[in-house]
T-cell receptor, first 118, second 112 residues
Framework: GAVVSQHPSWVICKSGTSVKIECRSLDFQATTMFWYRQFPKQSLMLMATSNEGSKATYEQGVEKDKFLINHASLTLSTLTVTSAHPEDSSFYIC??????????????FGPGTRLTVT | GEDVEQSLFLSVREGDSSVINCTYTDSSSTYLYWYKQEPGAGLQLLTYIFSNMDMKQDQRLTVLLNKKDKHLSLRIADTQTGDSAIYFCAEGGMDSSYKLIFGSGTRLLVRP
């Protein structure tokens, strides 16, 4: 149980275009989803936290107009990188969290999406 | 601010024990976690420890927590080549955001 998928797993796009990455909780309802960015050989940096039906909370330094997050349902969150540039190339990882009687679960991580902007 | 630090690299021989160390700064953290990341993949939760515990053992994994020194370690007994990966420690609290703060990761290489 507690499987999180991401789609696509790998995407190449041209500079200036937009790319959408999906994060799905397959067998549970995710009240909260997190989006992380990981540069090569570096740690995960939290970009934003999203709760179903409300606006995402972005970490300091993350441009909300560039990284659009939509958490439209309890099983799906999307991250759209708008007007992508080569410096946006990175590994994007989502995680999903559920809760039981108000107590949050651990974060279940997706396999990641590698974005390359040419 | 919150900061989690790890050594970058560890190399051990197959069958030996591995010890990966981590220091953190946020004394209010409720949980401390160890995650494993294999190449090109997401993170897999290995184990976690509550901040009021000193030790937790789970099969080949032993977690030691020194709360006074804010030091966390992960010991892998009888290390196998399949254990080669990047290991991240992370701290998390019980505030409304439940955010995780990750360390920089330790790359473990297991030599045959």
């Amino acid at each position: 149980g507690a499987v999180v998928s991401q789609h696509p797993s790998w995407v190449i796009c041209k500079s200036g275009t937009s790319v959408k990455i999906e994060c799905r909780s397959l067998d549970f309802q995710a009240t909260t989803m997190f989006w992380y960015r990981q540069f090569p050989k570096q740690s995960l940096m939290l970009m934003a936290t999203s709760n179903e039906g409300s606006k995402a909370t972005y970490e300091q330094g993350v441009e909300k107009d560039k990284f659009l997050i939509n958490h439209a349902s309890l099983t799906l969150s999307t991250l759209t990188v708008t007007s992508a540039h080569p410096e946006d190339s990175s590994f994007y990882i989502c995680s999903a969290q559920t809760s039981l009687a108000g107590i949050p679960s651990e974060q279940y991580f997706g396999p990641g999406t590698r974005l390359t902007v040419t | 601010g919150e900061d989690v630090e790890q050594s970058l690299f560890l190399s051990v021989r197959e069958g030996d024990s591995s010890v990966i160390n981590c220091t953190y700064t946020d004394s209010s953290s409720t949980y401390l976690y160890w995650y494993k990341q294999e190449p090109g993949a997401g993170l897999q939760l290995l184990t976690y420890i509550f901040s009021n515990m000193d030790m937790k053992q789970d099969q080949r994994l032993t977690v030691l927590l020194n709360k006074k020194d804010k030091h966390l370690s992960l010991r892998i007994a009888d290390t196998q080549t399949g254990d080669s990966a990047i290991y991240f420690c992370a701290e998390g609290g019980m505030d409304s955001s439940y955010k995780l703060i990750f360390g920089s990761g330790t790359r473990l290489l297991v030599r045959p």
